[in-house]
């Protein structure tokens, strides 16, 4: 009798375990159909003038993503931030647009979005000479962390969403991240279909790196900012911003970096403008 209880247990969490991916997009969908309410919209139209620019059909796709996100993503205030409804649709218009152009989930590791008041401190492990590792304090606007959780700066939040023209935006790059930490650690290299797809970017991303390289190392001014130089993931980052953005002029200054990136967010937003 025992075993044939364990037995229906066994099959029962198999079951639930088969079930759950269609129990969520069944919530999700629900969510989703559910009317965007009016103050949101208000909201949208008044801090996130980005939104503005998408076609019809795009942005009746974010509404949808964003009321799913802020559904099962907690925003959570820090040092006394009050969490209101123009910090949570700022917050999740933006983090949704990475999202409008393939369906790769709605970032399946994000756990939770810290949200301070202004910038915040970090301490950092760092190895010095001799091979001593000491905490480095930095002093930082956003962070995205691959345990699950974003942290922003809200005044910068603020600034990035009301000024779409000048390419900085931190819940667009924050959340880049995210996307390039989907499957480790954060490296430049989000998640890609084939191995073909992989070299192609790996190219190209090397070839424009070492250009930005080369024009800052020559004192030259140019479209992507010399954060992008610190790595290759913040590399993807910077770009990604000027994507949504600056999305003409990257497309005109730097045609194949464009291509690739409108290639893995199957999005053309230098047409919407």
């Not at 001593?132 to 910068?156: N, T």
């Not at 996307?179 to 989000?190: I, T």
């Not at 073909?196 to 080369?214: C, G, H, K, P, V």
């Not at 600056?246 to 990136?261: K, N, S, V």
């Amino acid at each position: 009798m025992a075993l044939l209880i364990c037995f229906v247990l066994v099959l029962l969490a198999a079951a639930g375990i088969a079930l759950w991916p269609l129990w969520v997009r069944r919530r999700r969908e629900r969510i989703a159909a559910r009317p965007f309410p009016a103050a949101w919209r208000r909201l949208l139209r008044r801090h996130v003038p980005l939104v503005s620019r998408l076609p019809a059909r795009q942005q009746l796709r974010l509404k949808a993503l964003m009321q799913v996100f802020l559904a099962e993503k907690p925003i959570i205030g820090c040092r006394g931030l009050r969490v209101t409804d123009e910090v949570r649709v700022t917050i999740a218009a933006l983090a949704c647009l990475p999202l409008l152009g393939a369906a790769r989930g709605l970032y399946p590791e994000l756990r939770q979005v810290l949200v301070y008041p202004s910038a915040f401190v970090v301490d950092r492990p760092v190895t010095e000479s001799g091979g001593v590792l000491s905490d480095q304090r930095r002093v930082l606007a956003g962070e995205s962390w691959s345990q699950g959780q974003v942290l922003l700066a809200w005044d910068e939040v603020k600034r990035g969403a009301a000024t779409p023209g000048d390419g900085r935006n931190v819940v667009i790059h924050e959340f880049a991240h995210q996307l390039d930490q989907a499957g480790g650690p954060a490296n430049g290299a989000p998640a890609l279909p084939t191995a073909e797809a992989y070299r192609r970017w790996s190219t190209i991303m090397q070839n424009e790196f070492d250009a930005l390289r080369w024009r800052l190392a020559r004192g030259e001014p140019g479209l992507i900012d010399a954060y992008a130089a610190t790595d290759p993931a913040e590399f993807f980052a910077v770009i990604s911003e000027l994507f949504f953005e600056r999305p003409i002029e990257l497309a005109a200054g730097h045609p194949a970096l464009y291509a690739e990136l409108s290639g893995y967010y199957r999005l053309d937003p230098a047409s919407w403008v």
